[in-house]
């Protein structure tokens, strides 16, 4: 039978090291689990977070057009003059539908000239000059705009160069309804979040926490959304809707 030599200095001190080590790595070890378990309960206590939505129709109220005339000719008289017949063609159009003469803003004429290029140099040669004027329109009378709007063609079809980009309208009422929304966005919120917790036994306490998300304003019946927040414009008729995002507790 065999016995084994007494370990030296340097191995007993090697081996005290490793237990050191040991019991500290077990330390650390049930520390962090004791954290990680404090993490999970901390969670839970924050209780159920859901989103409530409401949403109402709404008229636009008010309307702005803007009509742009530009046009190229081959000297700088020429394009300021056919700019010029062509905005008193267009203000005599909306002036002859019912729209009152303050109603317009007229913009100032912009001119540039159109310089020949070849193969990326300039030449210096001046092909043709273009110019343009805007005439602005705001209203409140969004049905007198929309019947216009649709029979602009007509005076396109007489030789007069407009550029239709279509009405912006516009709802004024709007900061009126948010808080009407965002209550009812409150109230849809509560009920979604007692839904939820009835089915596992639970009930909905305090509210902990409420974040209000942007306001979506969009056609009827759209599915559209924008993070920050959508603004359609191209129509009269609107929905608009508000979001909520609310943390209850959970008795």
């Not at 039978?1 to 080590?21: D, K």
């Not at 008289?77 to 267009?90: F, L, P, Q």
């Not at 603004?231 to 609107?238: L, R, V």
Request: net charge positive; no cysteine.
């Amino acid at each position: 039978m065999t016995s084994q030599a007494p370990m030296t200095s340097t191995e007993r001190r090697r081996s005290i090291l490793y237990i050191v080590i040991a019991l500290i790595l077990a330390v650390a070890l049930g520390g962090g689990l004791v954290k990680v378990g404090a993490g999970f309960a901390a969670r839970n206590s924050n209780g159920i977070t859901v989103t409530g939505s409401a949403k109402t129709s709404a008229t636009a109220d008010n309307v702005v057009w803007t009509l742009n005339v530009s046009l190229t000719r081959q000297t700088v008289a020429e394009a300021v003059t056919k700019v010029g017949n062509d905005v008193a063609a267009v203000t005599k159009y909306l002036t002859d539908g019912g729209i009152p003469a303050d109603a317009l803003t007229l913009g100032s004429v912009s001119t540039y000239a159109n310089e020949q290029w070849v193969n990326g140099n300039n030449t210096g040669k001046i092909l043709n000059y273009r110019a343009s004027r805007d005439v602005v329109l705001r209203t409140k009378d969004v049905q007198l705009v929309a019947k216009l709007s649709q029979g602009i063609g007509t005076i396109m079809q007489q030789g007069v160069t407009v550029n239709n980009y279509g009405p912006q309208y516009y709802i004024s009422t709007l900061p009126a309804m948010r808080p009407k929304l965002l209550e009812a966005a409150m109230k849809d919120a509560k009920i979604r979040a007692e839904a939820i917790t009835k089915a596992v036994g639970g009930k909905v306490g305090a509210v902990q926490d409420v974040k209000a998300g942007v306001f979506q304003v969009t056609t009827p019946d759209s599915t559209m959304t924008q993070d920050t927040g959508a603004y359609d414009t191209s129509s009269i008729e609107k929905t608009v809707t508000s979001t909520v995002s609310v943390t209850f507790s959970v008795k």
